[in-house]
């Protein structure tokens, strides 16, 4: 019988984006990486990337609002691997209705991608962090969370509002999973990605004005901070909320 990985992560939303650039930067600290994404020919380019790194790799292909499939997505990786330690809530889409737009069925999508879908991989792999060896739980939410959105941005208040739920499951689980498994969340920024590019390319010398840092967010710089907490050693933080967006939206 093969040896399980030492190290496994489980991260969501990753055939693009955060989430593949989250994947990858676990996968070079030596974690096996499961891979949950609906996108499966772009998730298929992904789990080769990962191959390449030299670690194991699961391809879960549904969407993280499937409660019964991610479910069943969570069996397997603890079937094939024994454990989870590092779960990323990253999958989400964009909204750029407004309130007088937005349909009751667009508005049940952005919240059942965005915030039921972190609440069900954490149903899904946190009761096994809780009795085995412990887990670290990272949540993706947004600086929208915290500031809600201007009507030219890439999303709206639907976007806003699940994001900002984001940061109450971080907490409330923060507390409630503790302390064997840490919860902590990530409020990118600007940051470039599919969902973002057309709209930071028509307006890029406006909002790099507005940062701090002089420049757009890439992928990586918050697969960076991913890493941090998924690795840091000791660890001393849950609940927390880390924003990451080059000094825009200080307080």
């Known amino acids: 019988m093969a040896e399980k990985p030492e190290k496994v992560a489980v991260v969501t939303g990753a055939a693009r984006g955060i989430g593949r650039a989250s994947a990858v930067a676990l996968a070079k600290r030596g974690y096996a990486v499961a891979l949950a994404d ?12 990962i191959a390449a790194l030299g ?12 409660y019964a499939a991610t ?21 989400g889409i964009s909204q750029p209705k407004g309130l007088l737009e937005i349909s009751e069925a667009e508005w049940d999508e952005v919240i059942a991608i965005n915030l039921k879908g972190q609440f069900n991989w ?15 739980i990272v949540n993706i939410s947004s600086v929208s969370a915290h ?17 900002a739920g984001v940061l109450g499951l971080t907490r409330g689980l923060a507390k409630e999973l503790a302390p064997k498994v840490t ?17 930071f390319t028509e307006n890029q010398e406006f909002i790099v004005g507005t940062i701090p840092l002089g420049r757009l967010g890439q992928p990586e ?9 998924a690795t840091v050693t000791p660890n001393f933080m849950t609940g927390e909320v880390i924003d990451v967006d080059g000094g825009q939206w200080v307080n």
């Not at 069943?72 to 330690?85: C, E, F, P, S």
């Not at 600007?190 to 969902?195: G, Q």
């Open 55 to 66: 670690v194991e790799v699961l391809q879960l292909v549904g969407s993280v609002a499937d």
């Open 221 to 229: 710089d918050i697969a960076e901070v991913v890493a941090f907490l």
């Open 147 to 163: 500031t809600g959105a201007g009507n030219t941005a890439v999303s709206r208040f639907s976007y806003c509002a699940a994001k």
């Open 71 to 91: 479910q069943k997505h969570g069996r397997t990786v603890l079937d094939a691997w024994g454990g989870v330690d590092v779960l990323v809530n990253n999958a």
């Open 122 to 136: 954490c149903k899904a792999v946190a009761p096994s962090m809780v009795a085995g060896r412990g887990g670290r």
């Open 38 to 49: 609906r996108l499966a020919d772009d998730l298929q380019s992904v789990a080769s990337e």
């Open 183 to 199: 919860v902590n969340a990530i409020c990118p920024g600007a940051v470039i990605t599919a969902l973002t590019s057309k709209l």
